[in-house]
């Protein structure tokens, strides 16, 4: 037994606090060698709601925010579902000064892609998602998708298609792979991180947990999952500042630390 808690100071103006979490939260070295490592940013309050009044913001505080910061600022892109987007207002990323050096270092563009998984293509294409990108945004959807939709937005976007009734999230991920972006971070929502652990394509949680109980009927962090396995996980990280937890843990690589369902 470990006590693995101790108060942290996350000032988002100290540089040696930022250069802590980029090295507390950087990727692993296999990504130099084109092998995608995806990790999920969630929250959640302390009876498992992973959303306060339909939003997740609500369960979110300062140092949160700077971790996501961090993350977003460490990634190639970031996978988020269509019913997020239009639900939390996303915004295209924006380039990070105090990542400018690091990024460019290690060939990144100046700001993370936003990579939405949308099914109907029903999007807003006036937003500034799609207008003021500095890195052109992706739409992950079907091969049968709407084509009236698919030339829309193939106008202002760049368009990613596979699988038919739904998207084949491992062809997808593979297809950003491919673009380099082996720094893969998804910020759910819930259903969309369902269904990525559901396929085995999780390596990390990076997950939150705040000092909330709110009851009602919030989804959990992975909603209406399918696991063919229950998948072990091994913590690396545990921060504290003012009651939240912040938690980072990777999974066993070996596929038989899988532990099979029972009945």
Same mark, same amino acid.
């Given at each position: 037994? =470990? =006590?693995?808690?101790?108060? %942290? ?14 090295? +507390?939260?950087?990727?692993?070295? =296999? ?11 969630? !929250? ?25 910061? !961090? ?18 207002? /996303?915004?295209?990323?924006? #380039? ?44 992950? +959807?079907?091969?049968? #998708? ?6 829309? $937005? ?6 990613? +298609? ?8 491992? #062809?997808?991920?593979?297809?950003? +792979? ?5 720094? =893969? ?20 949680? %990076? ?22 396995? $229950? ?17 980072? /843990?990777?999974? /066993? ?5 899988? $532990?099979?369902?029972?009945?």
């Amino acid at each position: 037994m =470990q =006590q693995l808690i101790s108060p %942290c100071d996350l000032d988002h103006t100290d540089p040696a606090s930022l250069e802590a979490l980029a090295a +507390t939260y950087a990727y692993p070295g =296999q990504v130099e060698h084109g092998r995608a490592w995806l990790r999920a940013n969630m !929250v959640s309050g302390l009876d498992g709601a992973a959303k306060l009044a339909g939003l997740s913001e609500g369960l979110s505080g300062d140092a949160d925010k700077r971790i996501f910061g !961090v993350l977003r600022a460490l990634s190639d892109v970031v996978l988020v579902g269509a019913e997020t987007v239009r639900a939390e207002g /996303y915004r295209p990323a924006r #380039a990070r000064a105090d990542f400018a050096a690091a990024r460019a270092a290690a060939g990144q563009a100046s700001a993370p892609a936003i990579a939405i998984v949308s099914r109907s293509l029903t999007l807003d294409l006036a937003a500034p998602l799609f207008t003021e990108p500095l890195v052109r945004t992706v739409v992950i +959807t079907t091969e049968d #998708a709407p084509p009236e939709r698919l030339e829309a $937005v193939g106008k202002v976007a760049d368009l990613i +298609t596979t699988g038919t009734d739904s998207v084949d999230l491992r #062809a997808a991920t593979a297809a950003l +792979t491919e673009r380099g972006w082996t720094r =893969q971070l998804t910020e759910g929502g819930p259903r969309l991180l369902a269904q990525l652990a559901g396929e085995g394509l999780l390596d990390e949680l %990076c997950f939150s947990l705040a000092p909330l109980l709110s009851g009602g009927d919030a989804p959990r962090i992975l909603q209406g999952a399918r696991m063919p396995d $229950v998948q072990r996980m091994r913590l690396v990280s545990l921060i504290e500042e003012k009651g939240f937890l912040f938690t980072r /843990y990777v999974r /066993y690589p070996r596929p038989e630390d899988s $532990v099979p369902l029972s009945g």
